[in-house]
């Protein structure tokens, strides 16, 4: 007799990490990938970072648990941070040191809608969203973007929205597409959630990896929404599995108790070397300066491999690339990148179902030999067959 398997539990797969399998198990097999396809920074901490890390289990191997909703002196480093980065006070007992922004989404998810409630995002979007409010019994009312709002969500989308809705998530810089909002953009976004009685999610995680301006945060023109951030992107700190949450005031007693229950403590050693990284802004800085070359080699090599149709990569280490004139089939499409020119990219249906079968999404967080190298590939296989040989010999 077979036992009863939740309803909940029936979300789709994440297809990045599908995706990220596949090329793990080619590079198993000895195959030399250049790798297009992963969502994280090829850097790790700042050296002097993981230094401190080494310390702290030499003098307190026990590393027990700690406050479920973080250090205080972590959580006071991050409030800190707002003054410095944006010039916004806020104070640390708005602060929740989370597993992850993953985890962050969880928790304020939880402690702000119910189920049956429904939660409006811009598609293309990050697939976790959808999937993590389907889990939850929150129904996701998804609108589409493209070109012509630079990829993001503006008032007017969401004036035309047919239902009413009880959250708006938003992302600057964005994943799939790397285009971000302007101030006055989100500043309008607030209002209208403000107006409407939504409550603003703002995912901020890939602040600090920006090209040509700052990324502004809401928390300069909203009090109730709800900021999630993270050490993965901009710090670098991926496998640490640390976020946080910058809560209105409504929220943070929720969160926290909440976070008591479900998590106890977010990871210990994690949580030190996060409050240490802040000081290494130079390095990481540096990490970006890598990116924003990488981005130049892209934006200059793709037109010429024959990808002419991209957005506009303002921020986080991603171009969504339009192939519609290319494939019907964007995840056929991408494995024959990879076995056939060795180049890993990320097929567009995780972020929209309805059209992402003619997108790819590129991430250049690697290193910039790799990126050259991979374009040189791309090329080559587009005009008309790769050498592999010569590719994996040119290493
Ligand atoms: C837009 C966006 N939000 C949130 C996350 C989750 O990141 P983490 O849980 O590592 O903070 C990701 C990861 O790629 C992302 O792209």
């Given at each position: 007799m077979s036992l009863k398997i939740s309803r909940r539990s029936d979300v789709p797969a994440f297809r990045a990490l599908d995706t990220l399998r596949l090329v793990n198990e080619r590079i198993a097999d000895g195959m030399d990938i250049k790798r297009l396809e992963a969502g994280q920074p090829c850097f790790g901490a700042p050296e002097k970072a993981i230094e401190h890390a080494r310390a702290c289990l030499r003098s307190d191997p026990r590393q027990g648990y700690t406050e479920a909703i973080g250090m205080t002196r972590l959580r006071k480093r991050i409030a800190r941070y707002y003054g410095e980065q944006y010039g916004v006070e806020v104070d640390y007992s708005r602060i929740a040191v989370t597993f992850g922004s993953s985890g962050g989404f969880l928790l304020s998810f939880l402690s702000a809608l119910d189920v049956g409630d429904k939660v409006a995002m811009a598609c293309p979007g990050y697939a976790a969203y959808r999937n993590?409010?389907?889990?939850?019994?929150?129904?996701?009312?998804?609108?589409n973007v493209d070109e012509t709002t630079n990829f993001q969500p503006t008032v007017a989308h969401l004036e035309a929205l047919k239902e009413k809705v009880d959250g708006l998530i938003v992302c600057s810089p964005a994943n799939p597409s790397g285009t971000m909002l302007t101030p006055q953009q989100l500043k309008d976004i607030a209002r209208w959630c403000g107006d409407n009685g939504v409550r603003l999610f703002s995912d901020e995680v890939y602040h600090g990896v920006t090209y040509d301006r700052k990324a502004e945060t809401v928390l300069k023109f909203s009090q109730n929404a709800v900021v999630l951030n993270s050490f993965s992107k901009y710090f670098a700190m991926t496998g640490w599995r640390?976020?946080?949450?910058?809560l209105p005031e409504d929220l943070t007693d929720p969160v926290k108790r909440l976070a008591e229950n479900l998590f106890v403590s977010p990871p210990t050693l994690a949580q030190s070397v996060a409050h240490e990284v802040f000081d290494y802004r130079g390095v990481l800085d540096g990490y970006v300066d890598v990116y924003r070359a990488n981005r130049e080699v892209l934006l200059r090599?793709?037109?010429?491999?024959g990808f002419t149709?991209?957005?506009n990569p303002e921020g986080a280490f991603y171009i969504y690339v339009d192939v519609?004139?290319?494939?019907?089939?964007s995840v056929e499409f991408c494995r024959r990148m990879l076995d056939e020119a060795h180049v890993s990219a990320t097929p567009g249906l995780?972020?929209?179902?309805?059209?992402?079968?003619?997108?790819v999404r590129i991430s250049y967080a690697g290193s910039t030999a790799d990126i050259e190298e991979a374009c040189r590939?791309?090329?080559q296989w587009r005009m008309g067959g790769i050498d592999t040989k010569q590719a994996s010999a040119a290493e």
């Open positions: 993590f409010l389907k889990a939850l019994g929150i129904t996701p009312v998804e609108f640390l976020g946080w949450l910058v090599e793709l037109p010429k491999a149709r991209f957005s519609n004139d290319i494939t019907g089939d995780d972020f929209d179902t309805g059209r992402g079968h003619a997108t590939r791309l090329y």
